[in-house]
């Protein structure tokens, strides 16, 4: 097997190779780990490599596959998970000078389910710290770069986990998403991210910024991979009472067309400022192609989602603040040993473990909730909510999904976007879905006609009918003769259907990988 | 400082009281399933959750919840459909999230009461009567008490914390300490807070209220409520004002008050020395102070200047927690019968005196006994109530006062409620005198052997045969015919020698009553 043919395996083509004795799992490890030993060197997705671990989940898949034993869902697929989920013996940094030295004690279940699922995990992917941002930019462990070019963000805050998944580094990654933090950058790196509903994946175990409005979801360069993913994470977690039981085979639908499907537009997400040219051509195109597969367009309003940017600047902050009050040196985390009082230990250790990044939502979050200011703020916030809930419960009446831009812009460069308060607009197409709970999926149109960088739509479905999302994203990327991979980490090193593009992230000296095919490994 | 009756003359004192209760008798925590276990070695019942590692969440633990609703259905409050937990922030190391799950504006339960009956010396401190019900006569004329009524504002659901222990320096605290070490045992225990209305007038109302309270619990089983190991703690709130003002005086909350002596004292120094600032001119600070018994005085722990910021905000793990119709149902259909019921069940059914009625009711393993001693005794129960009710409350009190075993004895069958009503029947019936019925109790828990064994073997009858009684008498009157003479004189008290002549010759097991009436007789003749 060569290093580029694995890094374009879909997690069918890993089963099937695995069921008909092409590979092994534990070649599948070896190689996936000699690939991110080249590749990381240039996009640096990854925090932390965890080869034992990954060889010791391809040893149980290798042991069932001599058993004949039926394989599970992921059965040797390279996955990675982000740094804000806890997996036993590994680091657990959230992207923070606060947790670098933090080894998690316990592992999340949504961690826990994907390598039960017979997923190799390989190690832990960078992430804005503590996932506030949507560059990456504001890791404490330096930046990730985009695969498509490294001068520019991978998007975040899950930028990691994109990267991993463009590079052609791990199959599935894991993402959570906050206020658009899988599909941002799933559209910034051309690969398929998911946010299910509120309530469809565990959180346990996921370091918690927005509670209300985290949810974890894959990354994979396939819709196809993406359901089988969703079918190894989401279902109830008896540790997670924000949870629910979802019983559906995500893989069932995907192939039935969207023919009288009706999909909502909404034509004002276009028209809003700072969209740019190319993202509203792409869009439009997605939307003719859309037409082609016999859906029905039906304009849409949601007359709230104007204001989901303010009240998630509300809701955000202010859970987070008090998320992260545990970060406090006493327990766990990054101490400043010179303090003299338990106070001065608060605060040294709190200035110098948080970025700049975490100490404005904290001191935002703290100021929203302070008594006199809590009425102001956070109470209209959660109406807002509630209205933003109610526009698209409402809209969910006449259409079966709604299909948008992702972001307003493709990847930027780094340090373009210096005021906080510009990188939040990045977000203004996928905010509102958070707000409300839906599930939303980021999923590549093609390159921007000006900067022939990758633009993705997000599609969004009724809370709990994400399968709607599988079966629109399905149907749309046959439209699309794409690969995932970005070019300089694809298959033949081509780009397909991107032939004006300037980019090559990397040549690579050789495609070979080296020790899988002779040695055999495992078996 | 004037004492308190003379400044409840003048003033009135405005009492609330909020009383937190660790939920000890559940076996796991609020929101993991680590277990509870007082003095079990440090940090050794935690987990992710109650250590508030990150990732970990909460999830709310049913036992506990069905607890509080007991607790909310027993002192008359509302049960809530639905509330919702929140979130309490503040800093501190025994706190591992640096936040409190405790209850917004709308607990489980809300809006409830307690009558509180005040009766002998305890109604003394309280001189003015207005809002109150009298509670009858005490036979002279004069009230013997009166029936008021405390309003129950919430009882909420919160996590405990953990405990510190300073070492190092001189005061215990942590401000002189060289460090500090914390045990996160204890944190996340679940906590029920009761937060009365200010209706309390006495500290002895507030004492009262306390204990009703905790034998409330008791009998709920929903905590081993110690005051002395913290299971149950009370803090005051106490403010003054002039007789007939409605206008409220600035409260200080009081803490420390760790038994019921200290809850009373505590209110009453806080009382006077309040009055004793207004009187001198002065305005009492809003702060909190400690009740040091010791030094027998308050003093000022920490001021307010401002109210503390906690950011409280309804806690986005956990969901509004919704209580079904069925659940309250089921809650209620395991709802015990509680010390008031029991008390007028104890006086209508078997005539009990109310005092009685009372000193049982209140004590949970005591009157589970006493029932049981009834259901024994079968037919008889009516007759045989209060004769068994003198036994418990002297007999078998003392005893286990005595044993240092406490009610546990009772718990564990050490005393059989068969062989209590076979006793209680032996007196009732005369077949043996109150004396001999202590040396038979005596002798049941030292051997274990039935009470009709004890008396068999020991010879313990009494003497009823009136011819074998008046052959004794007749040869005591002949043989002291100088004391005989004095009786006759008027002397009525030598009966009690008499008596006891003839007691000594049948070995103590004549029966006195007897022996007294035909003394009164012969001598009457002779």
């Known amino acids: ?523 | 400082m004037k004492d308190l009756q003379s400044v409840l003359w003048d003033w009135e004192a405005v009492i609330g009281l909020e009383v937190h209760t660790e939920l000890t008798t559940l076996n796991t925590k609020m929101f993991c399933s680590c277990p509870i276990e007082f003095g079990a070695q440090p940090n050794t019942h935690v987990c992710p959750v109650c250590l508030g590692l990150p990732g970990a969440l909460p999830v709310p633990n049913k036992a506990a919840i069905q607890s509080i609703v007991l607790a909310g259905l027993a002192t008359n409050c509302e049960i809530m459909k639905r509330s919702m937990f929140y979130r309490k922030n503040y800093f501190y190391p025994d706190m591992s999230k640096n936040y409190q799950i405790t209850q917004g504006p709308v607990a489980f339960c809300m809006h409830g009461g307690l009558n509180l009956e005040v009766s002998g010396p305890a109604a003394k401190e309280r001189l003015h009567l207005e809002g109150t019900q009298p509670l009858g006569s005490d036979g002279f004329g004069a009230m013997s008490g009166y029936t008021t009524h405390i309003g129950i504002t919430r009882i909420h659901m919160e996590e405990d914390a953990g405990k510190m222990i300073h070492v190092g320096g001189s005061s215990g605290r942590i401000t002189d300490a060289e460090y500090s070490l914390v045990d996160y045992n204890r944190c996340g225990t679940p906590l029920i807070e009761l937060v009365t209305e200010p209706d309390l007038r006495t500290p002895e109302e507030a004492r009262l209220f306390l204990q009703k309270l905790r034998q409330i619990y008791l009998t709920l089983d929903i905590s081993d409520c110690s005051m002395e190991e913290g299971s149950l703690r009370c803090d005051g709130n106490v403010s003054l004002r002039r007789r007939g003002s409605t206008e409220l005086g600035t409260k200080t909350e009081l803490k420390n008050m760790n038994s019921f002596k200290n809850l009373h004292d505590g209110l009453a120094y806080e009382i006077c020395r309040q009055a004793e600032v207004l009187e001198s001119g002065g305005t009492v600070r809003q702060e909190t102070r400690h009740w040091e018994p010791g030094a027998k005085r308050t003093i000022t722990m920490r001021v307010k200047e401002t109210a503390d910021d906690y950011r409280l905000f309804p806690d986005p793990d956990l969901a509004p927690y919704d209580l079904s119709d069925e659940f309250i149902q089921s809650v209620r259909d395991r709802l015990p019968e509680l010390p008031d019921a029991k008390k007028q069940r104890f006086i209508s059914d078997y005539g009990l005196p109310a005092a009685d009625a009372e000193n049982l009711s209140t004590d949970v393993e005591l009157s589970a006994f006493f029932d049981k001693a009834l259901r024994a005794a079968s037919s008889k129960a009516v007759a045989l109530a209060k004769p068994i009710a003198n036994l418990l409350l002297n007999d078998v009190s003392a005893w286990l006062n005595a044993s240092a075993v406490g009610s546990e004895a009772l718990i564990m069958g050490s005393i059989a409620p068969e062989g209590i009503a076979e006793l209680a029947s032996l007196t009732l019936s005369g077949e043996i005198s109150s004396k001999q019925a202590k040396e038979v109790f005596a002798a049941m828990v030292e051997t274990g052997d039935s009470p009709l064994t004890i008396v068999e073997v020991r010879g313990l009858k009494q003497v009823n045969d009136s011819s074998e009684i008046e052959r004794i008498v007749l040869g005591i009157i002949s043989r002291f015919p100088e004391k005989v003479a004095e009786y006759q004189a008027g002397k009525t008290g030598l009966i009690g020698f008499f008596v006891g002549q003839a007691m000594k010759e049948t070995s103590g097991q004549g029966n006195p009553k007897l022996i007294n009436e035909i003394f009164t007789e012969k001598l009457q003749e002779a």
């Open chain 1, 1 to 523: 097997m060569t290093r580029s043919s694995l890094s374009s395996l879909t997690v069918a083509q890993i089963r099937q190779g695995l069921l008909n004795g092409e590979f092994s799992a534990h070649e599948l490890a070896q190689c996936a780990l000699a690939i991110i030993d080249q590749r990381d060197t240039q996009v640096h997705a990854f925090l932390e490599i965890t080869d034992t671990l990954a060889y010791q989940a391809a040893d149980r898949v290798d042991a069932m596959v001599v058993a004949g034993d039926q394989l599970p869902i992921l059965a040797g697929v390279p996955i990675a998970f982000k740094d804000n989920m806890n997996q036993l013996g590994t680091h657990t940094t959230c992207g923070s000078r606060m947790l670098e030295q933090y080894v998690a004690p316990f592992t999340a279940t949504c961690v826990a389910r994907a390598i039960e699922a017979g997923g190799l995990p390989l190690g832990k992917l960078n992430m804005d710290e503590f996932a506030f941002g949507s560059s990456t930019e504001t890791s404490a462990f330096g930046f990730t770069r985009n695969p498509w070019d490294l001068q520019r963000v991978p998007g975040g805050s899950s930028g990691g986990s994109a990267a991993a998944v463009a590079a052609g580094m791990a199959t599935i990654t894991l993402g959570s998403d906050t206020g658009g933090s899988i599909r941002q950058p799933a559209s910034f790196c051309g690969v398929v991210g998911f946010k299910p509903t509120y309530g469809m994946v565990s959180r346990y175990g996921v370091v918690a910024f927005g509670s209300s409005l985290d949810q974890v979801g894959p990354f994979g360069k396939t819709v196809a991979d993406v359901a089988e993913a969703l079918n190894a994470i989401t279902g109830r977690d008896p540790q997670d009472c924000t949870s629910q039981e979802h019983q559906t085979d995500f893989s069932a639908n995907l192939d039935q067309g969207i023919k009288g499907m009706r999909i909502g537009i909404v034509p004002a997400f276009l028209e809003a400022s700072g969209v740019e040219s190319e993202i509203i051509s792409a869009t439009k195109k997605a939307y003719e192609n859309l037409e082609r597969l016999g859906a029905k367009l039906v304009e849409i309003e949601l007359p709230n989602a104007n204001a989901a940017m303010s009240a998630y600047y509300v809701i955000g902050p202010c859970e987070a603040f008090s998320n992260l009050s545990r970060f406090d040196s006493i327990r766990y985390g990054y101490c400043h040993s010179d303090a003299a009082t338990l106070v001065e230990q608060y605060e040294q250790s709190r200035a110098h473990g948080f970025g700049p990044e975490a100490i404005r939502r904290i001191m935002l979050g703290s100021y929203l909730l302070s008594s006199g200011v809590y009425e102001r703020y956070y109470y209209p916030a959660q109406q807002v909510r509630t209205l933003i809930t109610e526009d698209y419960a409402r809209a969910f009446e006449r259409v079966e999904s709604i299909v948008t831009p992702v972001s307003p812009r493709a990847a930027f460069k780094f340090g373009e976007i210096a005021d906080p308060t510009a990188m939040y607009l990045s977000d203004m197409f996928t905010i509102s879905i958070n707000i409300a709970g839906n599930g939303g999926m980021s999923l590549p149109v093609g390159l921007g006609e000006t900067s022939g960088l990758p633009i993705g739509v997000q599609i969004i479905g009724p809370q709990f009918k994400d399968e709607n999302i599988l079966r629109v994203g399905a149907a749309l990327e046959s439209c699309y003769d794409i690969d995932r991979l970005a070019p300089g980490f694809s298959a033949a090193g081509q780009r397909r259907g991107y032939s004006d593009s300037p980019r090559f992230a990397a040549e690579l000296a050789s495609d070979l990988c080296p020790a899988a095919s002779t040695e055999g490994g495992a078996r």
